[in-house]
């Protein structure tokens, strides 16, 4: 069965580091997505892509927040300089259309995002 | 108003039992209502959904109720399992956008 793979599962950083968090969604997919868990709390949406270009995004996504689609099969979520209230697990997921429409969005099994 | 407020925090029920857990909205734009299931270490899975044109979905051991009127939609679990332990959060979405809005989520245990 096709599945969104996620790399890494975890990551460490340092508070003002770079992270860049790697995503495979399922190959004929074409809306790709990034949420966010921190601890205990609930999923909240971060940002959606579609031809190459984002679609909606959270209050949450601001400018330290990017993303991209560098070729045809991986999705990227990229952080600049991360802070503490950064740390939480990051869900990448994909549909083969919109949510409101028929399309089930399949979310992979996160990278756990630690900001020391 | 794009909130979704799930009930309860947590839920303990027995082997064979019901399990119910309630979800409100606001927002009477929303159309679109899945309930996601969620094991340690893995993500969000797709359960079970509902459009509002329906007022109950059933598929095997899994129901959602939905009330237009009161703006709430429920999961029932029949004949729970302990294999069915695990964190649930309904969501929901507006026809024609990408975001899916997530309640809070309930951790459910069963226990045999």
């Known amino acids: 069965e096709p599945e969104v793979t996620q790399t890494p599962s975890h990551q460490v950083t340092q508070m003002g580091q770079e992270v860049i968090l790697r995503c495979v969604p399922i190959?004929?997919?074409?809306?790709f997505y990034w949420y966010r868990q921190i601890l205990g709390q609930k999923v909240e949406f971060l940002v959606s892509?579609?031809?190459?270009?984002?679609?909606?995004k959270s209050e949450i996504f601001d400018d330290q927040f990017s993303v991209e689609r560098p070729d045809g099969s991986n999705f990227t979520l990229k952080i600049r300089s991360t802070k503490l209230e950064d740390s939480a697990m990051y869900f990448c997921a994909s549909s083969e259309s919109l949510a409101g429409g028929q399309g089930e969005q399949f979310f992979g099994p996160g990278t756990r995002l630690t900001v020391l | 108003q794009q909130q979704v407020k799930q009930s309860p925090q947590s839920l303990i029920v027995q082997k064979g039992g019901i399990s119910i857990i309630n979800c409100a909205y606001e927002n009477t734009a929303f159309d679109y209502f899945p309930w996601y299931q969620q094991f340690p270490g893995k993500g969000p899975a797709l359960l079970i959904a509902i459009r509002p044109d329906v007022s109950e979905k059933k598929e095997g051991r899994f129901t959602i109720s939905f009330n237009k009127s009161a703006k709430q939609f429920s999961l029932h679990i029949m004949d729970s399992q302990p294999g069915d332990s695990a964190t649930y959060f309904c969501a929901a979405s507006i026809w024609d956008t990408d975001k899916l809005i997530f309640g809070t989520g309930t951790r459910l245990q069963v226990f045999p």
């Open positions: 190959s004929n997919h074409l809306y």
């Open positions: 892509f579609y031809n190459n270009e984002i679609s909606e």
